[in-house]
């Protein structure tokens, strides 16, 4: 099957589509698995970034099939980095790396369009995989796969899109971003077996992913702290130690987490909660027919596939979907702390019938319609 990619093609042609189009091999990268490649790559990227402007197709760098060890690439510019598929190039990280293997940090120059008149930068990735050395140290809190910074103010008319990516192995996050003023689209990308977090996101909006895969994470699948506006559709979170979904935030943050919203989701297996709703200020987060089963993995009595704690201010809903039988050891709505909201539940299934715990003597914060038990 022809790969296709899924971004515009009409924003990234210029007056010759081939004109941008930069292969490491050429700058002396070996892709080997030996060879330390950070500079080959860096010098194609700083080519291909200096191609695509004003007008003209986004230059691309094209890895080709192998294996790239690198100690930190930086994408300041619009640019394409494209693979011959996630199964076949590879960018490895050099053991003993401490920093983001790939960072995003667009600066806006009057250079940096996609054509001539749009505002708009590009980053995009496609096709491949990237990864850590199974030496690096554990528990670095700076040692994430993808990192998606703020550069400048300007940084809200930034795009950036991930394609068929994957980010596996890190000592700290797989993806990680804080204060990202720019929109994000991650489509059948999978962020699995990192240290941390399979995405760590904070004070952000505007982010969508679509058939993406956060699976065997050592603390949570996707942690959200003050995001607003995160689009999840048909994702599967699995297999975390913590949570595979963990939203939050504090009293003591500023702005609020809003209109976040998780369509046809699975969330499967996690060590305590499938999803912790753990927030002080998140408004109006809705699930729409999303599917949980087999939580509390590690047996607690406390532990649930859905959690809802200290939710002062806002709402949740729950739309649709399924709840698997719950084992001996879980509930499958669990109301951890007092709370001054509803979580509303319409039209959700429960194979076995609901197992609610409330354990802080407010039952009726529990709303139920057009419930269906179902064997």
């Given at each position: 099957?022809?790969?296709?990619?899924?971004?515009?093609?009409?924003?990234?042609?210029?007056?010759?589509?081939?004109?941008?189009?930069?292969?490491?091999?050429?700058?002396?990268?070996?892709?080997d698995?030996?060879?330390?490649?950070?500079?080959?790559?860096?010098?194609?990227i700083?080519?291909?970034?200096?191609?695509?402007?004003?007008?003209?197709?986004?230059?691309?760098?094209?890895?080709?099939?192998?294996?790239?060890?690198?100690?930190?690439?930086?994408?300041?510019?619009?640019?394409?980095?494209?693979?011959?598929?996630?199964?076949?190039?590879?960018?490895?990280?050099?053991?003993?790396?401490?920093?983001?293997?790939?960072?995003?940090?667009?600066?806006?120059?009057?250079?940096n369009?996609?054509?001539?008149?749009?505002?708009?930068?590009?980053?995009?990735?496609s096709n491949?995989?990237?990864?850590?050395?199974?030496?690096?140290?554990?528990?670095q809190?700076?040692?994430?796969?993808?990192?998606?910074?703020?550069?400048?103010?300007?940084q809200?008319?930034?795009?950036?899109?991930?394609?068929?990516?994957?980010?596996?192995?890190?000592?700290?996050?797989?993806?990680?971003?804080?204060?990202?003023?720019?929109?994000?689209?991650?489509?059948d990308?999978?962020?699995?077996?990192?240290r941390?977090?399979?995405?760590?996101?904070?004070?952000?909006?505007?982010?969508?992913?679509?058939?993406?895969a956060?699976?065997?994470?050592?603390?949570?699948?996707?942690s959200?702290?003050?995001?607003?506006?995160?689009?999840?559709?048909?994702?599967?979170?699995?297999?975390?130690?913590?949570?595979?979904?963990?939203?939050f935030?504090?009293?003591?943050?500023?702005g609020?987490?809003?209109?976040?919203?998780?369509?046809?989701?699975?969330?499967?297996?996690?060590?305590?909660?499938?999803?912790?709703?753990?927030?002080?200020?998140?408004?109006?987060?809705?699930?729409?027919?999303?599917?949980?089963q087999?939580?509390?993995?590690?047996?607690?009595?406390?532990?649930?596939?859905?959690?809802?704690?200290?939710?002062?201010?806002?709402?949740?809903?729950?739309?649709?979907?399924?709840?698997?039988?719950?084992?001996?050891?879980?509930?499958?709505?669990?109301?951890?702390?007092?709370?001054?909201?509803?979580?509303?539940?319409?039209?959700?299934?429960?194979?076995?019938?609901?197992?609610?715990?409330?354990?802080?003597?407010?039952?009726?914060?529990?709303?139920?319609?057009?419930?269906?038990?179902?064997?």
């Open positions: 099957m022809t790969y296709v990619p899924w971004w515009p093609t009409a924003s990234l042609s210029g007056d010759s589509a081939n004109s941008g189009t930069v292969n490491p091999l050429d700058y002396g990268a070996k892709f698995g030996v060879t330390n490649d950070t500079a080959a790559i860096q010098s194609a700083n080519e291909a970034k200096g191609r695509g402007h004003k007008g003209r197709a986004l230059g691309k760098v094209v890895l080709p099939p192998g294996v790239a060890l690198i100690t930190g690439l930086l994408l300041d510019r619009s640019v394409v980095i494209e693979g011959a598929g996630n199964h076949a190039s590879f960018l490895k990280t050099v053991a003993g790396t401490t920093g983001a293997a790939l960072t995003i940090a667009v600066a806006h120059d009057g250079n369009y996609v054509a001539e008149g749009d505002p708009q930068a590009h980053v995009c990735l491949f995989t990237l990864m850590s050395s199974k030496s690096d140290v554990p528990g809190t700076n040692g994430h796969g993808l990192q998606i910074s703020t550069a400048d103010v300007n809200a008319t930034t795009i950036v899109l991930l394609d068929r990516i994957n980010i596996a192995g890190f000592p700290a996050h797989g993806i990680k971003s804080e204060g990202f003023a720019g929109t994000v689209q991650a489509r990308c999978l962020f699995h077996n990192n941390l977090n399979g995405a760590d996101i904070a004070f952000t909006n505007d982010w969508w992913f679509t058939n993406c956060f699976a065997v994470n050592g603390q949570d699948g996707v959200l702290y003050g995001c607003s506006q995160m689009i999840f559709t048909t994702c599967n979170m699995y297999s975390s130690t913590r949570y595979n979904v963990n939203l935030n504090t009293v003591a943050t500023t609020n987490a809003c209109n976040n919203r998780f369509f046809g989701c699975s969330f499967d297996r996690a060590g305590q909660h499938g999803v912790n709703y753990d927030v002080r200020q998140n408004l109006d987060t809705e699930f729409h027919g999303c599917y949980w087999l939580n509390s993995l590690l047996g607690y009595q406390n532990y649930y596939d859905f959690c809802v704690r200290d939710n002062v201010l806002g709402g949740c809903k729950i739309i649709g979907g399924w709840f698997r039988t719950p084992t001996d050891a879980v509930y499958n709505i669990g109301i951890a702390t007092p709370t001054n909201q509803v979580v509303d539940l319409t039209s959700v299934a429960f194979a076995g019938g609901l197992n609610a715990a409330t354990t802080c003597n407010a039952p009726q914060r529990l709303t139920v319609e057009n419930r269906a038990a179902v064997a």
